[in-house]
């Protein structure tokens, strides 16, 4: 009997004296949001090599685990990073450097801020050598006026940009970015006439004369003209979008559209562990990038993620390039158009299929929307003949976006459902184009637009982004307009289409683990679970149990990627 006691008395005393794991970093006395299958939340995490070593309870954690930094969080809350499943994150930092003519109240305030520019910041960037200006062929660009926002909502017009730069080509794009306002110069370097002919664009004309504004391909004609930038923008470009996207909680970037040039940047700047920001790049399809990426593959690093291409069935609903089943309520016999033809999108979704590329497809119209859900379910037929469940397996696992889907008539669900497309979906969008879209749409069609909670219930799925620097890059402002359908004013006091609101739940799926599932990335990011990246954010607010005026007061305390702290407060 003593025998036995002293046994159990030495298993004890093993068991009590037995080391604790050594990690980098343990957090205890949080609130953490797992957003694992259970959305459980946990009180402490440990993490080693970039990567989390377990979650649990704070005795679990730090009776098994040691570390030289252990931080008590004293109940904050924390998150996995936000993954903005849809922006421009390489537009943005260009764009940090242009004029920038967001909420401009008319065109005379754009003209003023634009005049600004060009004396504080543009002719400060010319050489000194007047030749090597004219070779260089230097452009004054802008970004991010919106008529709808005028009092006046129509389009300008380029008389006083001629007077004011006789000689130096001015292209000022509209917010969306599918439109733009040129000047005399440019349009004499583009060769465009009003007898010019553009498919899948336009060129406005007024009085039989052009006004110098250029919708969707239009302005890709005039977008080829301007030189390409420097690496060493390229690279204080991408350098300057991080630190403003880490302030804001993000840790992962969709980028929809980049050419190979600046994929090269993103991943030798990562490699030298310069940008630390994790990128899922969607290929612009120009033919260098289809020659290299085809030939070559999909290309994954732990930082960055090549395997989708991003295509453009038609333009945007603010000037009018959407493409509509119906006729736009504000627009006689005007439906907008694709921006390209049936076959073009056929041929591609062929390609994709047979070298296993996710297809990303920019549809804002019901139209654009129908036909690409038709073309996702025509192609699996290369794969030859059979059955159901083999067709099904295709479908889900090539897991294709609809990028924006602001317009899908409710025929058109059902199909959604059944080509497991993904929607890949904006909340500002929809509260910034309450104001105005009625107008495009009638008081009928509205309903089947933003109409998220539908989306969601089709797809089990929705990704969630902000499609900066088209709105806002704050993923509160997203959070806020997908639970309460507001705007950051507050408006409408009792929300937009409240039927179409997601839950708080829903909202931080989209933001995390639904966009990681969009990306392929799953099961490296988007929860906060054992053997995933440590990717995540300590706010100063619970945003799932907050009162709605705190959602768009909150801070982000700091952010970590893979680990490492990137951003702190103050």
Request: glycine share 6%; aromatic share 12%; hydrophobic share 40%.
């Amino acid at each position: 009997m003593y025998k036995l006691f002293y046994i159990l008395l030495g298993f004890t005393f093993f068991s009590c004296s037995t080391p604790k794991t050594e990690v980098d970093l343990i957090m205890h006395h949080a609130k953490i949001y797992t957003v694992d299958s259970l959305f459980s939340v946990k009180e402490a995490m440990a993490i080693k090599d970039g990567k989390i070593i377990e979650v649990g309870n704070n005795e679990l954690i730090t009776s098994n685990y040691n570390s030289k930094q252990i931080i008590d969080l004293e109940g904050k809350s924390v998150y996995p990073g936000f993954i903005d499943a849809h922006c421009h994150f390489y537009g943005y930092g260009k764009g940090l450097s242009e004029a920038d003519l967001v909420g401009t109240t008319s065109f005379n305030d754009v003209l003023e801020k634009t005049l600004t520019y060009y004396k504080t910041r543009y002719l400060d960037g010319l050489p000194n050598d007047k030749a090597q200006i004219v070779k260089d062929n230097y452009w004054l660009i802008g970004r991010g006026w919106d008529q709808n926002d005028w009092n006046t909502k129509e389009f300008p017009t380029k008389e006083k940009l001629d007077s004011l730069f006789p000689d130096v080509p001015v292209f000022l794009k509209r917010i969306d970015g599918h439109a733009a306002l040129v000047n005399k110069k440019v349009l004499e370097l583009v060769k465009f006439s009003n007898k010019t002919k553009i498919l899948g664009g336009e060129l406005i004309l007024k009085n039989g004369e052009l006004t110098g504004v250029l919708v969707d391909n239009a302005v890709d004609s005039v977008e080829k003209l301007i030189p390409k930038a420097a690496s060493s923008f390229i690279k204080r470009a991408l350098l300057e979008a991080e630190k403003k996207c880490v302030a804001m909680g993000l840790t992962t970037v969709d980028d929809a559209g980049l050419e190979k040039n600046i994929i090269d940047a993103i991943d030798q700047l990562q490699k030298n562990n310069q940008l630390k920001m994790r990128v899922y790049a969607m290929l612009t399809p120009n033919q260098e990038n289809l020659n290299y990426y085809l030939k070559n593959g999909k290309y994954k690093t732990d930082k960055l993620n090549v395997c989708s291409f991003k295509f453009y069935a038609d333009g945007a609903l603010g000037s009018r390039g959407a493409c509509l089943l119906e006729d736009y309520a504000d627009k006689a016999a005007w439906k907008g158009f694709l921006l390209n033809n049936f076959a073009y999108f056929n041929k591609y979704a062929s390609e994709m299929d047979v070298n296993e590329f996710q297809m990303n497809t920019h549809c804002i119209g019901d139209s654009a929307v129908r036909i690409m859900l038709m073309i996702h379910a025509a192609n699996p037929i290369v794969f030859g003949d059979m059955d159901g469940k083999l067709f099904n397996s295709i479908l889900k696992k090539r897991r294709w976006r609809i990028e924006h889907a602001q317009i899908v008539n409710k025929k058109d669900l059902e199909w959604i459902k059944a080509m497991s497309v993904i929607p890949s979906i904006q909340p500002t969008h929809a509260t910034s184009d309450m104001y105005w879209a009625n107008d495009r749409l009638g008081k009928e069609r509205i309903k089947t637009a933003y109409a998220y909670k539908d989306l969601l219930n089709a797809a089990g799925m929705v990704a969630l982004g902000t499609d900066f620097p088209v709105e806002d890059i704050s993923p509160f402002k997203t959070f806020y307009a997908a639970v309460f359908r507001k705007d950051s004013k507050g408006f409408p006091e009792k929300g937009f289409q409240m039927e179409n609101a997601l839950t708080r739940e829903e909202t931080l799926k989209g933001m995390t683990i639904w966009a990681a599932f969009s990306n392929f990335e799953e099961k490296e990011k988007g929860s906060l679970e054992k053997g995933k990246f440590a990717d995540f954010i300590i706010l100063d607010t619970d945003i799932m149990t907050c009162v709605e005026k705190q959602i768009l007061k909150t801070k982000v305390l700091s952010t970590y990627i893979n680990g490492e702290k990137v951003f702190e407060l103050n």
